[in-house]
T-cell receptor, first 112, second 114 residues
Framework: GQQLNQSPQSMFIQEGEDVSMNCTSSSIFNTWLWYKQDPGEGPVLLIALYKAGELTSNGRLTAQFGITRKDSFLNISASIPSDVGIYFCAGQLGGGSEKLVFGKGTKLTVNP | EAGVVQSPRYKIIEKKQPVAFWCNPISGHNTLYWYLQNLGQGPELLIRYENEEAVDDSQLPKDRFSAERLKGVDSTLKIQPAELGDSAVYLC????????????FGPGTRLTVT
């Protein structure tokens, strides 16, 4: 089945630093999404990307849909303590499939 | 607007016992999903409903898992009998038709099987 390779697995950064994480796949996806999950909660959608090459921002978050449609990255600028959580990438296959495939997540820790 | 509601939030049962989880999606969302999330992993789809029809249940272990969405609104996921390996978080999500990427998740039910 389709798999997403998400890296890094975890990150420990200081408040104010920028963060970058990415997802790669051997499969082509029509949509890339980035979610954040806090402890004890469900994932929350941060950014959705629908076109190859698309660069989209949501506040301090910026994500890009790779040209090959097999990868995506998420950047967080000027991190703050509330950025702590697990970030998941997810890809949606085309061809009428509505299924989302999730990566294993990047656990972000921000030290004040 | 209320989000996706799930209950219970936590459940502890002994193996071989039955268990059921309930989900009420966001009003107007006709697509409903049940996911399984193991510790340290991303969510994995169990079943997807379009209204009351299960359109993708290929990942649902049908020997012990069942689900229903009788009126096309709220849904129930059942496990009978539960096994130790079923301990996980069960997430429900919903979306508008054709916007499967923009799924809204509930808080999940954390199941512990002892």
């Amino acid at each position: 089945g389709q798999q997403l390779n998400q890296s890094p697995q975890s990150m420990f950064i200081q408040e104010g630093e920028d963060v970058s994480m990415n997802c790669t796949s051997s499969s082509i996806f029509n949509t890339w999404l980035w979610y954040k999950q806090d402890p004890g909660e469900g994932p929350v959608l941060l950014i959705a990307l629908y076109k190859a090459g698309e660069l989209t921002s949501n506040g301090r978050l910026t994500a890009q849909f790779g040209i090959t449609r097999k990868d995506s990255f998420l950047n967080i600028s000027a991190s703050i303590p509330s950025d702590v959580g697990i970030y998941f990438c997810a890809g949606q296959l085309g061809g009428g499939s509505e299924k989302l495939v999730f990566g294993k997540g990047t656990k972000l820790t921000v030290n004040p | 607007e209320a989000g996706v509601v799930q209950s219970p939030r936590y459940k502890i049962i002994e193996k071989k016992q039955p268990v059921a989880f309930w989900c009420n999606p966001i009003s107007g969302h006709n697509t409903l999903y049940w996911y399984l999330q193991n510790l340290g992993q991303g969510p994995e789809l169990l079943i997807r409903y379009e209204n009351e029809e299960a359109v993708d249940d290929s990942q649902l272990p049908k020997d012990r898992f069942s689900a229903e969405r009788l009126k096309g609104v709220d849904s129930t996921l059942k496990i009978q009998p539960a096994e130790l390996g079923d301990s996980a978080v069960y997430l429900c999500a919903s979306s508008l038709a054709g916007l499967a990427g923009e799924q809204y998740f509930g808080p999940g039910t954390r199941l512990t099987v002892t």
